[in-house]
């Protein structure tokens, strides 16, 4: 066991929960704060590091009404997945324009809350911008039931975790829609082809967006309802009521896309989420619409 060392996690909801609990198997003090501005000030006093677990649209406010009780060399570990709906900006970079003197990181794999909760075997990535950082932080929050991979590749892992949910829209709906493990297969394959173009362009590896926070995550998503995602996206596919729960893909698809255009990068799949979501497109137009596309080489 490591050393202990005290952590704030802002966020009380299922996955702020499940690290509260995987923290404390590691041995370490933590410090849990809700929705309460006092408490989460709280929180930052002789805290070693933070884990800021809070929806990716909420980001940005919190950050705000901390900044001047964070230590300029405290960690940010942020663990939300999702871009930032006004600016576009992935969530390591709407906390670097907060607090540009601290370390931001990102911690993200294919993990559901419910089972890193009940102690299951789980796996992700903690990246931070320097190796060595995210390596000793890796080291100190890890353990053998949560086993954590050092990464410098911040933006790729953050990006990892915001396409995948838009994807896991995508799979979904497929799902939902009756069309057939090939098609969801193809989703995931060619949905991971997106990724990798457009995190190419924004100077994240290949081999991040293949690994725990970039394929590993899509799979899990796309594959089980228990992704609030691909729960959402299987109703839509079955033209059943909608959950009525926070599903962040639907929130990241506009500023995803958006982003892929300034940079000229094709999405076609996540453009297809954001016709049927936002524009009124039917699921039947948009899946044909894909199929129609002129057939490129294939990306590996």
């Known amino acids: 066991m490591s050393e202990q060392i005290r952590i704030a996690i802002i966020g009380t909801g299922a996955w702020g929960g499940a690290l509260d609990a995987t923290m404390r198997r590691a041995g370490h003090a933590t410090i849990l704060a809700d929705r309460s501005v006092d408490r989460q000030r709280a929180a930052m006093a002789d805290a070693d590091a933070l884990l800021l677990?809070?929806?990716a649209q909420?980001?940005?406010?919190?950050?705000d009404q901390i900044a001047d009780v964070t230590p300029p060399d405290l960690p940010i570990i942020i663990c939300a997945k999702g871009l930032e709906r006004e600016t576009g900006a992935l969530l390591p970079e709407v906390a670097t324009d907060i607090l540009?003197?601290?370390p931001i990181g990102m911690l993200s794999g294919p993990n559901f809350a419910g089972e890193v909760l009940r102690g299951l075997p789980a796996a992700a990535v903690l990246a931070l911008p320097d190796m060595a950082l995210a390596e000793l932080w890796a080291t100190r929050l890890g353990h053998a039931g949560f086993r954590l991979y050092a990464s410098d590749d911040v933006i790729g892992v953050a990006l990892g975790g915001a396409m995948k949910n838009v994807l896991a829209i995508a799979a979904g709906a497929v799902t939902g829609a009756g069309l057939g493990l090939n098609a969801r297969a193809a989703v995931i394959s060619r949905g991971l082809a997106e990724l990798r173009r457009l995190g190419r362009a924004?100077?994240?590896?290949?081999?991040t967006l293949s690994g725990l926070s970039g394929l590993g995550d899509l799979v899990l998503t796309c594959t089980d309802e228990t992704s609030r995602n691909f729960a959402f996206g299987a109703a839509l596919g079955r033209d059943a009521d909608l959950p009525d729960v926070l599903v962040e893909g639907v929130h990241s698809v506009a500023p995803l896309l958006q982003r892929a255009a300034i940079l000229g990068i094709e999405l076609?799949?996540?453009g297809a989420v954001h016709e049927v979501l936002?524009?009124?497109i039917p699921l039947?137009?948009?899946?044909?619409?894909l199929l129609s596309r002129p057939v490129g080489q294939s990306e590996a």
């Open 53 to 55: 677990v809070v929806p």
């Open 202 to 207: 924004l100077g994240a590896r290949d081999e």
């Open 278 to 280: 936002h524009l009124g």
């Open 268 to 270: 076609p799949i996540a």
């Open 100 to 102: 540009p003197a601290n």
């Open 284 to 289: 039947q137009q948009a899946v044909s619409d």
């Open 58 to 63: 909420t980001v940005r406010q919190v950050l």
